[in-house]
């Protein structure tokens, strides 16, 4: 592929059609970015989701691994790669969204690829009760 081929490439884009409201691009964006779970407003001026539940929340990690080249990035060596929740009430329900279950599926969809490349994977999880989710 030439550069002029790559350049037209990365020119792509393209744009939604009007009027789509949160209700379609919320639960499109998850399926894009493969998230497990995603909240649906069940209106476009639903602005509260999910207050005083508690959730499982799950923060996926991009480790650096140290080595002499990267030891003075110290407050650099890990990035937030992903960041969810997931009602608890839901994994109780669907085994598929246990915590046992998201964690694995996850170290599974990006450990091999991150090692590959010299960088490390972790996910943290704990339940929270927050005021609101944000979408």
Do not use: W
Request: net charge neutral; proline share 5%.
């Amino acid at each position: 592929m030439n550069a002029d081929m790559l350049e037209s490439r990365a020119k792509t884009s393209f744009s939604f059609a009007d009027g789509l409201t949160q209700e379609i691009l919320v639960p499109l964006a998850a399926t894009l970015i493969s998230y497990p779970v995603a909240y649906v407003p069940i209106s476009a001026v639903q602005t509260s989701f999910l207050g005083g539940q508690p959730l499982d929340v799950y923060e996926a990690n991009i480790i650096l691994s140290e080595t002499p080249r990267t030891s003075s990035l110290q407050n650099f060596r890990q990035h937030t790669l992903l960041k969810f929740s997931c009602p608890c009430s839901l994994a109780e329900k669907n085994h598929k969204l246990s915590p046992d279950r998201i964690t694995h599926r996850l170290q599974s969809q990006f450990q091999g690829c991150l090692s590959s490349i010299g960088l490390s994977f972790s996910v943290h999880h704990q339940i929270e009760i927050l005021e609101r989710v944000a979408l």
